[in-house]
């Protein structure tokens, strides 16, 4: 199991550019806390490009309803946007990509 | 119905520069205004662009040596950023050294070919860093400097400079803003990391007096509305360090008083092995190309 | 639902070349086999930081510096892409990170040789990312989503460090004779691990075939080995460099390049941890991911210290919540 005292928790990134319209969600990060969340977006999501409007929402505060989508672990309207981590355990290496 | 053609995507011509910034083919003074305002000395003016720019190509390289090693995935993709943003304003700084005392030497001919004693850079820029704590106290102090420089720097007769400055206040107030962020967060962290902060704090006090000591140089370009005397930034800089000290839980440690020698380069052996690293390619093929 | 209607639905979605998103039912082999190819994947970026980062310090010139940093850049965020996209299968970053430092994950073999001069960083430009942009395009219309749109971020990015890798080469190939002789020599040196980056032949593959039906692999090993021979024999002539393989010829009737035999002995014993610098390049992962624990625990508490008091009930929750969790 993870060591959670130095781990960092998922934030999901929405961006906005100069010539866009609304935000569109293009991943994710990890960050220690909201403040640093949206320094890493930068950095990562838009290499520092000026005029970009970024959101950062923590993954655990997102509720997500997909009903074509049927997994039955998820609730079918609002549950989390996906697995969080505490479910699956790592698979060991294959012998070649 | 998932269209989305993936080999047009990447054949897709884009505009988008910001994968390599300031690596773009074109002359990175062109369209700006090169004569040398009038009062002026040549040799002063491309002596203060050697500074600004030497301090900026040592700092970055402190950086770049980070690549690699830093402490989270993000934290790599941050510390590129402000790397990549400093070897900037060097290349922009130490063409127009070149441009302006007459002898036409490349930003790379600054960067490669001079040895140690004619480097004009700050002691601090030279210290080597492989703690965090360390790395973001210098980098703290760094960048609250020569953005109070920069900012004032935004109003030189000379247009160059000028434009170096403006766009040189954005970027140093965000490496400011990161530095200051992560000595907040290490100060008032653990215990363990409050004293590495503190530790690296301590180490960078005695570089800090040179910061604020004007050179003969920054006296006259200052008087010629060109340069800017960095003894007059020294207020607000101790009150930025002030607030992010005391939010940091940090104690102000005793900076080093001004007034001494100042960007006395030379064979130390830190600049020396710094060099060696900078400069053994190039200088193992005299006049290639890259 | 059943579990048969819900891998109906899940093949039909395959079958219709869909994406599956990550809170569709699937397969516990789909989901294993993404997890690891994706992780893998992100672990190779990652890696391929070390042979480049390298010459950042030293490149020769400030552009170059500038266009390599940037480069490396990429890469840290091309496997930050590729983490959160194996993220949403149901792990977690820091144990990915654990499972590569420890061994049981592994990454592109590629990564294990020596970068040993600065043309070194045109030839990787060149032919290692050449190779993963053959290998990479693909994998765009990967049935899982998220690492489809990954890879889509990846491609273009990956296009422009080909084409920088190249033009050093060009430059270099055009300077002086130390400059030609470099780039001759990294060549040699790069291109049959390069065309080891496809995998085994398909007559050694067992995995193929499965991945091939899930809509993970789009071609096989041998396809697209092929694919990037014929792409590079005209570029390596436009560079005047000389590819180590005598073997190496068009041929007419199949419309291909002939090429040699590939040394799969020594592919073997690369992946198994005996290549050149293996032991370096976990060694330097594994030295950053230790020697930053402190930062990133002083981050940690400085967030829960200043957190708001409500968020911090939920941290605690969630903390309970984790160590209690089920195991697989």
């Known amino acids: 199991m993870s060591d959670t005292s130095e781990d960092w928790p998922l934030y999901e990134v929405f961006l906005r550019g100069k010539r866009g319209l609304n935000h569109v969600h293009v991943g994710s990060l990890h960050a220690a806390d909201a403040h640093m969340a949206l320094h890493h977006a930068r950095d990562v999501y838009t290499r520092r490009n000026e005029g970009v409007s970024i959101w950062v929402v923590a993954s655990k505060d997102i509720t997500a309803s997909s009903p074509d ?23 060991d290496n294959v012998p070649h990509m | 119905m998932d269209t989305y053609d993936a080999y047009q995507a990447i054949t897709d011509v884009t505009e988008d520069q910001r994968w390599a910034f300031g690596a773009g083919f074109d002359d990175p003074l062109s369209g700006i205004d090169t004569t040398i305002p009038d009062g002026v000395s040549a040799d002063d003016l491309a002596a203060y662009c050697e500074m600004l720019g030497d301090d900026a190509l040592l700092m970055s ?46 930003e790379d001919d600054y960067a490669f070919l001079r040895g140690p004693a004619q480097f004009r850079h700050v002691r601090l820029v030279e210290i080597v860093d492989n703690d965090f704590g360390l790395a973001m106290a ?33 970027e140093m107030t965000y490496h400011r803003d990161y530095a200051a962020q992560w000595v907040i967060r290490l100060g008032d962290g653990t215990e363990f990391s409050h004293q590495r902060v503190q530790a690296g704090l301590d180490h960078v006090a005695p570089f800090v007096g040179e910061l604020f000591t004007d050179s003969d140089v920054e006296t006259r370009l200052a008087a010629a509305g060109v340069g800017v005397r960095p003894s007059e930034t020294h207020a607000e800089f101790d009150a930025a360090l002030d607030a992010v000290l005391s939010a940091a839980t940090l104690g102000c440690p005793a900076w080093s008083a001004s007034g001494g020698a100042t960007r006395t380069a030379g064979h130390r052996d830190t600049l ?19 | 639902m059943t579990t048969v209607e819900l891998q109906e639905h899940f093949d039909r979605t395959i079958a ?4 599956i998103e990550p809170r569709d039912w699937m397969p516990d082999g789909y989901r294993k086999t993404m997890i690891r190819q994706i992780s893998q994947h992100a672990h190779s970026e990652i890696i391929g930081m070390q042979p480049e980062g390298y010459w950042i310090t030293r490149a020769p010139s400030l552009r170059r510096k500038a266009i390599l940093l940037a480069k490396v850049q990429d890469e840290a965020g091309h496997g930050m892409y590729l983490y959160c996209a194996a993220e949403t299968l149901g792990v977690d970053r820091a144990d990915l990170t654990r499972r590569l430092i420890s061994g049981d994950q592994k990454y592109s073999s590629i990564f294990n040789y020596p970068s040993l001069t600065f043309a070194d960083v045109g030839v990787i430009g060149w032919l290692v990312d050449g190779a993963a942009i053959c290998n990479q395009v693909p994998l765009c219309r990967s049935s899982f989503g998220p690492y489809a749109r990954a890879m889509i971020r990846i491609c273009k990015e990956e296009s422009f460090h080909q084409r920088q890798g190249y033009e050093l080469l060009m430059t270099m190939m055009r300077g002086t004779r130390a400059q030609r002789a470099m780039v001759q020599d990294a060549s040699n040196r790069w291109w049959w691990p390069s065309l080891m980056m496809f ?13 091939m039906a899930w809509g993970i692999k789009r071609h096989t090993n041998d396809e697209l080995r092929q694919r990037f021979v014929d792409m590079t024999v005209p570029q390596a002539e436009a560079l005047g460099v000389t590819l180590p393989d005598p073997d190496l010829r068009w041929n007419e009737e199949r419309g291909h390049h002939d090429f040699g035999q590939v040394d799969w002995a020594e592919f073997k014993r690369v992946i198994r941890g005996d290549g050149p610098c293996n032991a370096e390049r976990i060694g330097n992962r594994r030295a950053a991911h230790e020697s930053g624990a402190w930062v990133r625990a002083a981050a940690a508490a400085h967030a829960t210290k200043h957190a708001s008091p409500a968020t911090s009930d939920d941290q605690a929750a969630m903390q309970q919540n984790a160590q209690g969790g089920p195991d697989e």
């Open chain 2, 61 to 106: 390289h402190r950086l770049q040596q980070w690549v690699g090693h830093a402490p989270e995935l993000e934290e790599e993709a941050a510390l590129a950023n402000i790397a990549l943003d400093l070897l900037g304003q060097a290349r922009f700084l130490l063409a127009r050294a070149g441009t302006v005392d007459g002898s036409g030497r490349t």
């Open chain 1, 69 to 91: 989508e049927k997994d039955p672990f998820f609730a079918p309207s609002g549950d989390k946007v996906y697995r969080h981590p505490t479910f699956y355990a790592i698979p």
């Open chain 2, 138 to 170: 210098r980098l703290l102090v760094f960048s609250t400097w020569r953005l109070a420089v920069l900012d004032r720097l935004r109003v030189s007769r000379d247009p160059v400079l000028a434009a170096i400055a403006d766009k040189g206040v954005k």
């Open chain 2, 272 to 290: 020396t092995r710094l060099l060696a690293e900078l400069q053994s390619v190039a200088r193992a093929h005299p006049g290639a190309t890259w």
């Open chain 3, 199 to 211: 995998g085994p032949p398909d007559n050694d593959s067992p995995n193929t075939e499965q991945s």
């Open chain 3, 16 to 19: 219709h070349d869909r994406r």
